[in-house]
């Protein structure tokens, strides 16, 4: 059975730093893209950063370049978000995702999610 669990969320002030780690199971994961996903409350989901199969491939949302690294590391099956200069913006709930399950399902459907997603949380 496929299992992502991320972790690393948790309540930072504005201008802190984050790592997200998300931990793949039950798949081939050095064969997939990875992609973050970010809900807020009241806010339609959007993605944050993705990264393909082998990591030579990385494309950001502009409102987080500069800010946020993706990364991988295939042989411990896990995908990385480094967070830098956190804004309250950034405050939502941050899901891995496969791209392939994104591409099948979209972004607003829970299909295409795995694990829980991890809290983040900027606040003074």
């Known amino acids: 059975e496929v299992q992502l669990v991320e972790s690393g969320g948790n309540m930072v002030q504005p201008g802190g730093s984050l790592r997200l780690s998300c931990v793949a199971s039950?798949?081939?994961?050095?064969?997939?893209?990875m992609t973050w996903v970010r809900q807020a409350p009241g806010k339609e989901p959007e993605w944050v950063a993705k990264i393909n199969s082998n990591g030579g491939r990385i494309v950001y949302r502009d409102f987080v370049k500069g800010r946020f690294t993706i990364s991988r590391d295939n042989a411990k099956n896990t995908l990385y978000l480094q967070m830098s200069s956190l804004k309250p913006e950034d405050t939502a709930l941050y899901h891995c995702?496969?791209?392939?399950?994104?591409?099948?399902?979209?972004?607003?459907?829970?299909?295409?999610?795995w694990g829980q997603g991890t809290q983040v949380t900027v606040s003074s």
């Open positions: 995702a496969r791209e392939e399950d994104l591409n099948r399902y979209g972004l607003g459907d829970e299909h295409a999610y």
């Open positions: 039950g798949f081939t994961f050095s064969n997939y893209d």
